[in-house]
Structure formats: structure tokens, C-alpha cells
């Protein structure tokens, strides 16, 4: 404790240079800290919006994430209603949706596009896909009217003239190879906030597009959990309770969260390294002169009886008490930071191949903000060490004839 | 048992190209209580003997022993230890470390040697009355005068109870009247205490407080030994 003291002392000696040292890691610490905390939010909001949008764990007949289909439902899962009682026993599982992939063409009579659908369970889908999927105009549709209903993308209902309450007509090869058409009625129009999706979706009920395949069998079945850090745990059951199918989780399927997390480790990465090197440099300037100055003193210490590595020891308390209070301060700065976000509204452009853009909020991470607590600490006594090693081992006599 | 014996002890240093001898075969014993002064004109190796007493320098030949032991095979851990342990310095500039006030600076020797809080306090407060600083001991070095920060390095010095004092012109930095005091001081303490003290000094007055006195010139001693008064007046 005595050499703590000391230590603290010795930092208020020169508070000026100390302070500078002191406010370089404070600074540094905050911007891995609030860099890290943007980076954070971001995974926990593509995550979420891909666990949304694929389901937390995906069931799908043994080939159906491997190869193309030949034909419409070539690799689609049959007795989906049976699978569905299993499936909803598992821990943890909150709904089970089949849905079918299907695509064909749309034509309001005077042209036709073409369309990616997705034959869902209305009433379950748009609740468990949450704000992620925003209706622009109109509202979801319901299972069992006597005239299909769909939600159309908006750059599709915009290309095909559509409105709520508009006629259209789907068209799409069955599963025995033929054409087949259905009339649908427009009850929506969403956003699902990515321009090449919203030019070509259409969500319709699931009984519908198997009428229109001339299909019972689904293409998946989603689950859906309370938790999404269980979602490894629960496909291991999936896939142990029903072997001849391939399970997936919704990391496997989210290309897109993992190239935009990859991007991020190493922008983020990056930042984190040149923080550590100026951290370094700030530390081991302060702490290099302060050796110099001391020179004369450290061959006092010496000569009365202080072995080198207690010199050392003095000065990575040093070290310390500047990189623990840098660390401390700018814990605060960053935590303030985080706060004031939450309140400031303030919005991040859309991001390349997106169409809206998302808060600019940065998470509070206990566990980020103790590993850069920590790493500040262990960089500056770093910094200390290598600053003060050679001077505990310069010869006594030379030191005490420092000037 | 002497508490210091250097016998032949030789000593040269590299200057630019050129090597000069700074001791040329140097014997020495202080007997503890005794106080030895080394005077000489610069350049004659005073300091460089003190170093080779204090142990913060080695010699190229001759041997060293403290308390009868050699020490000249001993690593530089173990020569670190035995300073710890058994000898004391006194600086020309005092040397005290300035974020420590009076008290902390006679506490740091006891601290390195794991003295406990009990026997440490009681041990400071002691040597701080002795050298009469007692009033004083909570403060910096920078708010006392030389001569009481002279003390102060004199109560760092003897508060683990050495073997042996190392002082290098502990007046040198000191008017006329503290001088005298300081040297009074010293005196008293090893005397009391039983501790062996070698003083490099320019003083005359310093030299007339001392047992015995070595002149040095060239590295080499001159004129013999000489008896200090106070050595009579010891006995």
C-alpha cells in the first residue's frame, strides 16, 4: 500500500505531463469503448433482424441447403403438421413456422415482373418478424379468405401500380413442372428496408401458394425461441430428435451479419490496435522522462539496498495509477456517451444496399469495459516496464552521477 | 572483527582512449565505532574508494570484506542485500527522495527489510528525536534546510542499524556553523551506536572529528595514516 502511495505521489509530481499522459488514455479508452459499444449494438441488431427474418433454428428436408431444385418443392419437407408437435416440445421454442420459397411471375394485366415469395402463417409471421418488416401502406392479411390476399414489396407494388385492394395475378411452376395461376388480392404494402428485396417480394398464405404449387409439403420449418443464445443448443436437440433432417441455426444462413461482423472485427480491430500503440507511446514518453529526471534517484534507491526489479515495481505502480485513472475517466466519458446517445435520436444513413437507416446507438458492455479497463492497465504498466528496466540496471555509481 | 577491510584494491577506468588507474593498491580498516576520514585533492580517488566500501562498485583487484566475510565473489543480488542490511549512506546533496516527507524518507531502509509497522514506528520517531527532527517528520523534503535534511539522510542512514556509514562530503553543501553540527552529529551516532563510518571530505574541521585520517593523491595513500584528535579523546 506505502508503495502506492509513493507511487501516486510520484504521478503528482509533474501533474502537467501526467495529466496529458492521463488524458491521451482516457481518450483512447473511450473510443474503443464507444467504438466497440456501436460495434456491439450493431451485431445484437443484425442478429436479431436475422434470427427475425430466418428463424432462431431451420429445419429443411436432407438437401434442401445443399443443391438447387429441379423442380418446384423437389427438396420440401412433408408432414410438416406432425413435425410441428415435436418440434414445439423443445425447450425453449416459442412458435415453429412453415414457410414455402417459391417464385414465378406477377402480372397486373398489362405487365409482369418477377417475384421471390414466401408462403407464410400470417397471424404467427408478421408478429414474430416484429418491426423489421414495416408496413407502408395498407395492413397483414389474414389465413382462409375465399380470395388469396398478399403483401406486396413497395418497389414491386410501385413497378406493378398497386394499392391495397388491387388485383393481381401469380404465376409459378408446380411441382409437376406446369404453369399454374392464381388471383390475388393486395392487402399490403411492406418494406423490409433493402431496395433488391422490397423490388421482387411477395408474402401470401401459406395454403394458398400450396394450392398454387399443387404441393402439401412445406420448404422449412422455423423455429422460433425466447432466447437467441440458445439457438446452438436447441438445433443440437432439433437434430437429435429428428436425424434425417438438416438443421441449421440462423448464424449458418446470416451471410449478411457475418460479413458485416467480419468487416467490423477489423475495422474496429484496427482502431483497437492504434489506441493500444498511442496508449503506448503517451504512456512510455511520460513515464521515460520521468525515469531520466529520477536517474540520480533511482542510484540512491539502489545504493541503500533496492533491488533493480523493486525500482521496476515503483514505476509499474506508476504506470498503473496514470493508466487506471486514464482507464477510469475514460470509462466515464464513454459511459456518458452511451447515455446521452440513447436520448439524442440521432440516425445513421442507410447502409450500402439498404434503403433506411437505424439509430446510432452504442450498447454498454460490462464485460468491454472491463477487458479494455484491464488492457489499458496492462499496457501502461507495459509502457512502465520498459521504461524504467534499464535505468534499475544502470550502474549505481553512473546513476548517482546523473545530472 | 573489523567492519570494513579492503586489502590491495586497485581500480581503473576508461577515459576517452586512455586508461587511468584511479586506485593503486589501497588497504583500509575501519573497526566499528571508528570513524575514518578520506581527504585528498580531486581527482585522487576518494570517491572511487568510497564506492568499493559501499559496495556499489566492484575493484579489478584486491579483495573486500564486510564484517569479516569476503565479499568479493558475491553477486550483485546478494551485494544489493548486504547494503540493505548492513551499510548506510550519506550523500553531499542528501539525496532524500522528495515525495517522501522527513518521516517516510528514515522509514524507507526498515520498509525494504519487512520491519514490522510496530517496531518501524517506534524506531523512526526515535532516530528523528536524535537528530532532532522530531517536530518535523511530516515534512517534505523541500520544506527543511540543508542541515536538517542532512539529518534526515543521517537517520535514514543509521535506522536499520548498519555496520558501516558511507559519506561523501556530507558537509559539502552545508554553511560553516551546520557543518559543524552535522559532523557532531555523525560523530555521536556512530560512536553510540558502534558503527563503522568513512567520510570522504574536503573539511578540516570534518578530519578533526575523526579517529583516523587517510590522504589519497594519485590513487595512492600519502603520508601515511594520521590520528584525528578525536581519537584520543575517545580513549
Known amino acids: 500500500m506505502k508503495w502506492l502511495l509513493f507511487a501516486c505521489r510520484n504521478v503528482l509530481r509533474n501533474r502537467r505531463r501526467s495529466l496529458m499522459a492521463l488524458a491521451i488514455t482516457a481518450v483512447g479508452t473511450a473510443a474503443v469503448l464507444v467504438g466497440g459499444g456501436f460495434a456491439l449494438f450493431t451485431y445484437d441488431s443484425l442478429r436479431e433482424v436475422s434470427a427475425r427474418d430466418s428463424g432462431h433454428v431451420v429445419l429443411g428436408a436432407r438437401d434442401f441447403f445443399e443443391g438447387d431444385e429441379d423442380l418446384p418443392m423437389q427438396h420440401g419437407l412433408a408432414g410438416a403438421a406432425a413435425l410441428d408437435a415435436q418440434l414445439r416440445a423443445l425447450p425453449g421454442v416459442r412458435a415453429v413456422l412453415p414457410r414455402i420459397q417459391f417464385s414465378g411471375l406477377v402480372s397486373n394485366g398489362d405487365k409482369s415482373a418477377i417475384f421471390i415469395g414466401s408462403g407464410v ?35 414491386l407494388a410501385r413497378l406493378m401500380k398497386a394499392k391495397p385492394g388491387a ?57 422460433y425461441l425466447k432466447d437467441t443464445g440458445e439457438s446452438a ?73 533496492t533491488h533493480p526489479a523493486e525500482i521496476v515495481r515503483n514505476f509499474l505502480f506508476e504506470g498503473i495509477a496514470i493508466g487506471a485513472a486514464g482507464a477510469a475517466v475514460g470509462m466515464a466519458i464513454a459511459g456518458a456517451t452511451t447515455f446521452a446517445l440513447a436520448f439524442a435520436g440521432i440516425q445513421m444513413p442507410p447502409p450500402p444496399g439498404r434503403s433506411s437507416g437505424y439509430p446510432l446507438l452504442v450498447n454498454f458492455s460490462p464485460l468491454l469495459y472491463a477487458a479494455t479497463g484491464a488492457a489499458v492497465i496492462a499496457i501502461s504498466a507495459l509502457a512502465a516496464y520498459f521504461a524504467s528496466a534499464k535505468a534499475a540496471r544502470k550502474p549505481i555509481t553512473d546513476a548517482l552521477a546523473h545530472v | 572483527m573489523n567492519a570494513l577491510c579492503l586489502k590491495a584494491v586497485r581500480k581503473s577506468y576508461r577515459v576517452g582512449g586512455s586508461q587511468v588507474q584511479a586506485l593503486r593498491g589501497v588497504s583500509i580498516e575501519v573497526a566499528a565505532g571508528e570513524m575514518l576520514a578520506l581527504t585528498g585533492p580531486s581527482g585522487s580517488g576518494k570517491s572511487t574508494l568510497l564506492n568499493l566500501c559501499g559496495l556499489v562498485d566492484a575493484p579489478d583487484a584486491g579483495t573486500r570484506e564486510i564484517e569479516g566475510t569476503v565479499v568479493d565473489r558475491y553477486s550483485p543480488s546478494r551485494l544489493t542485500q548486504l547494503r540493505r542490511e548492513r551499510i548506510g549512506f550519506v550523500f553531499q546533496s542528501f539525496n532524500l527522495v522528495p515525495v517522501m516527507n522527513a518521516y517516510e524518507n528514515v522509514e524507507y531502509p526498515l520498509l525494504l527489510l519487512g520491519t514490522a509497522a510496530a517496531e518501524r514506528k517506534k524506531r523512526i520517531w526515535e532516530m528523528l528525536d536524535r537528530v532532532g527532527l522530531a517536530e518535523l517528520g511530516r515534512r517534505l523534503p523541500d520544506a527543511l534546510s540543508g542541515g536538517q535534511r542532512q539529518r534526515v539522510a543521517i537517520a535514514r542512514a543509521l535506522v536499520k542499524s548498519p555496520a558501516l556509514v558511507i559519506a561523501d562530503e556530507p558537509t559539502g553543501n552545508l554553511d560553516s556553523a551546520t557543518a559543524m553540527q552535522i559532523v557532531e552529529l555523525l560523530r555521536e551516532l556512530t560512536r553510540e551506536r558502534g558503527v563503522a563510518a568513512v567520510i570522504a571530505t574536503h573539511d578540516e574541521r570534518m578530519t578533526r572529528h575523526c579517529d583516523r585520517m587517510l590522504r589519497l593523491v594519485d590513487g595512492e595513500m600519502r603520508d601515511g595514516e594520521m590520528r584525528g584528535p578525536a581519537q584520543g579523546e575517545a580513549r
Open chain 1, 121 to 155: 402463417v400470417p397471424e404467427l409471421d408478421f408478429r414474430v418478424r416484429g418491426p423489421q418488416m414495416k408496413f407502408v401502406e395498407g395492413e397483414p392479411f389474414g389465413p382462409g379468405s375465399a380470395v388469396p390476399e398478399i403483401a406486396l414489396g413497395k418497389d
Open chain 1, 233 to 305: 443448443a436447441v438445433a443440437s436437440l432439433a437434430q437429435a430428435a429428428l436425424p434425417q433432417l438438416a438443421v441449421r441455426t440462423w448464424l449458418d444462413l446470416a451471410v449478411f451479419y457475418q460479413a458485416v461482423r467480419e468487416l467490423y472485427n477489423r475495422i474496429f480491430g484496427m482502431l483497437g490496435a492504434i489506441m493500444v500503440i498511442i496508449v503506448l507511446f503517451a504512456m512510455s514518453n511520460t513515464l521515460g522522462m520521468a525515469v531520466a529526471e529520477r536517474t540520480r534517484e533511482i542510484g540512491t534507491l539502489r545504493a541503500i539496498g
Open chain 1, 167 to 223: 388485383s393481381l395475378t401469380l404465376l409459378a411452376t408446380t411441382t409437376e413442372g406446369n404453369l399454374n395461376a392464381v388471383d390475388v388480392l393486395v392487402r399490403g404494402v411492406v418494406s423490409v428496408g433493402v431496395p433488391d428485396i422490397d423490388r421482387r417480394l411477395v408474402l401470401t398464405d401459406i395454403a394458398a401458394v400450396q394450392k398454387l404449387l399443387l404441393t402439401d409439403k412445406v420448404s422449412t420449418l422455423s423455429l
